[in-house]
């Protein structure tokens, strides 16, 4: 168990709908970034957040949006979903600081788009 | 486009042997090296951190770091069929962020 939670754990959309995927990172980690990994695929980083700020982005277009609050949890919002959305996202949080790559990974939520 | 290379496998080993996972890596300038091990269905999990040439060993793990070449790789000795899962090598964007570069993995499969 990281303490990291993930919710919901699985979820069914439609193309064309948004989805709102939520994570509390472990306690005293400050910095969360979430990752798409879709099948048979290593995870992707879509962006991370530091101190409410988002402060790197992976390749993703702007409809992959989030938030972090004071108390260092996030969400991922996704509008308009495409099929290719369909994979499982990974939230991650890490120690305060930046520069590492130990990240603590929550057991995602895996969404299926139709 | 920073890469991360792993053959997808399956790489199948009997019980009690050594299983040898490797990996290349495309930007010279890395600094940072991870394996995670992803069971199925589950989320990737830290088992190594690797930061300079040469052997870092963690019970029956050793990942091995080759700068010049490029390569990383992880042994894992007398294995487990618990050990059977995927490995994940990531790289360390660098930068501002705690960004990786994940490659796509490699099945293990032990056989008891």
């Known amino acids: 168990e990281t303490g990291v939670t993930q919710s919901p754990t699985h979820l069914i959309k439609t193309r064309g709908q948004q989805v709102t995927l939520r994570c509390s990172s472990q306690?005293?980690?400050?910095?969360v970034s979430w990752y798409q990994q879709a099948l048979g695929q290593g995870p992707q980083f879509i962006f991370q957040?530091?101190?409410?700020?988002?402060?790197g982005r992976g390749n993703f277009p702007p409809r992959f949006s989030g938030l972090q609050f004071p108390n260092y949890s996030s969400e991922l919002n996704v509008n308009a979903l495409e099929l290719d959305d369909s994979a499982l996202y990974l939230c991650?949080?890490?120690?305060?600081?930046?520069?590492?790559?130990?990240?603590?990974f929550g057991e995602g939520s895996r969404l299926t788009v139709l | 486009q920073k890469e991360v290379e792993q053959n997808s496998g399956p790489l199948s080993v009997p019980e009690g042997a050594i299983a040898s996972l490797n990996c290349t890596y495309s930007?010279?300038?890395?600094?940072?090296f991870f394996w995670y091990r992803q069971y199925s269905g589950k989320s990737p999990e830290l088992i190594m951190s690797i930061y300079s040439n040469g052997d870092q060993e963690d019970g029956r793990f050793t990942a091995q770091l080759n700068k010049a070449s490029q390569y990383v790789s992880l042994l894992i000795r007398d294995s487990q069929p618990s050990d059977s899962a995927t490995y994940l090598c990531?790289?360390?964007?660098?930068?501002?962020?705690?960004?990786?570069?994940f490659g796509t993995g490699t099945l293990l499969a032990v056989q008891p």
């Open positions: 990531a790289v360390a964007d660098g930068g501002a962020t705690n960004k990786l570069i």
């Open positions: 306690s005293g980690h400050n910095t």
């Open positions: 991650a949080s890490s120690f305060p600081g930046l520069n590492t790559g130990e990240l603590f």
């Open positions: 957040y530091y101190r409410e700020e988002e402060n």
């Open positions: 930007d010279r300038g890395s600094q940072s």
